[in-house]
């Protein structure tokens, strides 16, 4: 998927295309030579250097043990009764109540990060009628849904927990465990009144625009009716749980359910506690993405038996999770927060900082493989010998490192992944290995993935595996699923069109927020939907936020009823996306099939469906655009009545 691929590799694509088919990263081979890796030593313990040919081998028919039909089908968690149930709330019992009937000025789908933050943006913009409305029993978006044990971010809490200025609170540790992102986002909904008029355990069913009201009507599964000025989608971007297709998984006669909605009814516990009801029970988890090797750990320490059924082996590097210093916030300067986020995001997107204030495995690895080092004078094809070789080296740091953790040589060697680094999106966590060395935890290698599950339990390879529970660590549908199959509901705008109809062929916006036909809407900023990708969410969040509300707040001052998108701004904003889209296939093909590459077809992606700017988008560039935008005051581009 053209995401990840390096916006310097992306330059180059064409050219690459003509050099080299299979520009994958590299294995190595026994020569104790350490000539290899440049930008990046060898690691301790490693005795391979690379060598390209073996090394596409090896990757090329890695990838093709995965490639296998059937691998990206899904059930239907909509229609199909038979799994209906693993969407439930587990956590929040839902309470009868009658239907709403109002007039509010704003409703927004979500309660997330995107949706507390526009809500927050908005009340200090003066707006007082705010409507949540989220199928969750509570805000906190995937922070809500996800509390399997272990639950944790990945991007450092300075950065990704919103507001922290704003509600003078610093995170307890690096990197912060679920709960405590979703008590914090509790207490930004709470300060800014968020939840007192909000709609939980409601989902919209369909929205219309009146264009002689000038209002939105939206319609929800509770009988609610409501009437807004301006409506925003924040429906987040891994809302979709997916649960795969795996014959027979509905004859299985323990529990199971997915990581998204855990059951401590089941398990005993909560987050954070011990899973007191798992002693004599055994386990299987299936997925080893982010979620499922964090919920791992907690499982091996407190269940009879768990057995990891790993179709991919992810890269997990180091996570160096420690509580927050006490002198943290010592001499902070106001505005600390938004600079430590664009000190991370220009290391991402390669720019010179004077210093690297997150120093982790972002910046380390992700960020040097995103921009390989250009060496004056050299060809493309040297340039791409160099971030392979780059790429090369850190994927054997991952690979020693697992060498070094566990103990059993056949076991190390099942968890090596064998891609380049950005095939799949790398995770991060020191106890995960640790696990693999328990008597009571057992790895299941099932590259094809699983054969099938009978009442008994998964089968792999002809061999039975008895479970009492099966946990689903299976993930999310992409972040590039359209906007119109994350909403769930038909966004009808003038003249009867859906968006749905509208965007079928890719999106159409300006500045990927706003849409024609669709007055008075705003989109959250969503990746491969015309705006930008930023590795720490959060921070394309508040820039959404603070967009959707400086908007509002100039469209109040003038006092205009309606706005909609002009069809030449749109237009124009569509063609720059296009012309910035280069087709990632060359690099990306070669990569093992995944959900950042499109699942094996990086090709697929409509150009229209990318972002501002090369690959993840320029940041800076799109940033400076919007604010120049909102500080000249003249709503340019918007037909206005
Ligand atoms: P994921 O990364 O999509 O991983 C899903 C796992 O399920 C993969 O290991 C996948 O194998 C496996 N799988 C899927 N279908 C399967 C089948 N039929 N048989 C066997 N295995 C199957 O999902 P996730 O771990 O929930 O993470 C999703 C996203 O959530 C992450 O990428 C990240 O953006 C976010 N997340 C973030 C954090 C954080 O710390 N920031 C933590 C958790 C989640 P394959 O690899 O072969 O497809």
Request: charged letters at 0%.
């Given at each position: 998927m053209r995401v990840c691929a390096s916006p310097s590799i992306m330059l180059v694509v064409n050219e690459i295309r003509r050099a080299n088919p299979f520009p994958t990263g590299g294995v190595v081979r026994d020569t104790h030579g350490s000539v290899c890796n440049i930008g990046v030593m060898p690691p301790k313990g490693s005795s391979m250097v690379f060598e390209p040919e073996v090394v596409h081998a090896k990757y090329l028919a890695e990838r093709d043990k995965r490639l296998v039909p059937g691998r990206t089908a899904i059930r239907d968690l909509t229609h199909d009764e038979r799994v209906a149930g693993y969407r439930a709330d587990p956590f929040t019992p839902i309470v009868d109540r009658d239907p709403v009937v109002d007039d509010p000025d704003v409703v927004i789908v979500g309660g997330g990060i995107a949706g507390l933050l526009a809500g927050a943006q908005l009340r200090k913009a003066g707006i007082e009628r705010i409507r949540i409305v989220d199928a969750a029993g509570g805000v906190g978006g995937t922070w809500y849904w996800n509390r399997y044990p272990g639950v944790m971010c990945d991007v450092e809490s300075y950065q990704y927990l919103p507001m922290l200025e704003e509600l003078d609170y610093v995170p307890t540790r690096r990197y912060a465990f679920g709960e405590e992102i979703r008590l914090h986002l509790q207490a930004i909904a709470d300060r800014f009144d968020l939840v007192t008029d909000a709609l939980f355990h409601t989902g919209v069913t369909r929205s219309a625009w009146d264009d002689g009201a000038g209002r939105w009507t939206v319609h929800t599964d509770r009988g609610d009716e409501l009437s807004c000025r301006y409506y925003v989608l924040a429906v987040g971007i891994l809302n979709l749980m997916k649960l795969p297709v795996i014959p027979g998984m509905d004859d299985f006669d323990g529990r199971a359910f997915h990581t998204a909605r855990w059951d401590y009814g089941y398990t005993?516990?909560?987050?954070?506690?011990?899973?007191?009801?798992?002693?004599d029970k055994t386990v299987a988890l299936i997925g080893t993405g982010a979620s499922g090797l964090q919920a791992l750990p907690p499982l091996a320490e407190n269940a009879k038996h768990v057995y990891v059924f790993q179709r991919t082996p992810s890269a997990i590097g180091v996570r160096g999770n420690r509580p927050t210093d006490p002198t943290f916030a010592d001499g902070l300067a106001p505005g600390w927060q938004k600079a430590r986020m664009d000190n991370f995001q220009s290391i991402m997107l390669g720019r010179p900082v004077d210093a690297d204030l997150t120093d982790d495995g972002w910046t380390h690895h992700y960020a040097r493989v995103q921009n390989p080092p250009r060496v004056k004078g050299a060809s493309i094809a040297e340039f791409m010998r160099t971030a392979e070789e780059l790429d090369y080296g850190i994927m054997e740091e991952h690979r020693t490192r697992i060498d070094q953790l566990v103990t059993k040589p056949d076991v190390a060697a099942a968890l090596k992944p064998y891609y380049r680094y950005l095939c799949k999106r790398p995770c991060f966590h020191d106890e995960y290995f640790d696990a693999f060395n328990r008597p009571n935890v057992t790895l299941v290698d099932c590259p094809a993935g699983i054969d099938r599950i009978t009442e008994l339990g998964p089968v792999v390879g002809g061999q039975q595996y008895s479970v009492d529970c099966l946990v689903y660590g299976t993930g999310f549908e992409a972040e590039l699923t359209p906007l119109q199959r994350r909403i769930g509901h038909d966004v009808v705008g003038r003249d009867g069109i859906t968006l749905a109809w509208k965007w079928a062929d890719g999106a159409a916006s300006l500045f990927g927020m706003m849409s024609r036909g669709f007055p008075n809407l705003f989109v959250m900023p969503a990746p491969g939907q015309q705006s930008v990708v930023t590795v720490n969410y959060t921070q394309i969040a508040v820039l959404g936020a603070e967009f959707v509300a400086g908007t509002v707040a100039l469209l109040e001052k003038r006092g205009i009823k309606a706005f909609d998108v002009g069809v030449d701004a749109e237009a124009d904003w569509i063609r720059q996306i296009v012309e910035t889209y280069v087709d990632p296939s060359a690099v990306m093909s070669a990569c093992t099939p995944s959900r950042i590459n499109n699942e094996g077809d990086p090709g697929g992606v409509k150009p229209q469906n990318t972002n501002y700017g090369r690959g993840f988008g320029d940041y800076f560039a799109y940033r400076d655009l919007l604010e120049g935008w909102l500080a000249s005051g003249e709503l340019d581009g918007l037909d206005l009545t």
């Open positions: 005993g516990g909560g987050p954070g506690q011990p899973l007191t009801q798992l002693g």
